[in-house]
């Protein structure tokens, strides 16, 4: 059985920095594409980053582009997003998900977690 447990969010003042953990497992880790989206009160779900199994190549959305970043740990079956110069627009439930996609970045993920809360305050 597939699980994806997020972790590392939190309150933060505009300026700051916070590192989201995402911990897979029941997959072969290695092979699958990492992605981290987020949803906004009232806003539709948006891709934030995604790290793919092949080559760890990254794509980052541009709104946060320089100030996020994605890695993985392939012997922990971890993804990580490291935010940084954090604003208010940033808040958001932030969720993670996975898949095996032969491509470098799916159009859609097959497993999702249940997302951890991140609050920027101005």
């Known amino acids: 059985q597939v699980q994806l447990v997020e972790s590392g969010g939190g309150l933060v003042q505009a300026g700051g920095s916070l590192r989201l953990s995402c911990a897979a497992s029941g997959v072969t880790f290695s092979r699958y594409t990492m992605g981290w989206f987020r949803q906004a009160p009232g806003k539709e779900r948006e891709f934030v980053a995604a790290?793919?199994?092949?080559?760890?190549?990254?794509s980052t959305a541009d709104s946060v582009k320089g100030r996020f970043t994605i890695s993985r740990d392939n012997a922990k079956n971890t993804v990580f997003l490291q935010m940084i110069s954090l604003k208010p627009e940033d808040t958001a439930v932030y969720y993670c998900?996975?898949?095996?996609?032969?491509?470098?970045?799916?159009?859609?993920?097959?497993?999702w977690g249940q997302g951890t809360q991140v609050t920027v305050s101005s």
């Open positions: 790290i793919s199994w092949i080559a760890s190549r990254t």
């Open positions: 998900a996975a898949d095996p996609s032969n491509n470098y970045f799916p159009k859609t993920y097959s497993y």
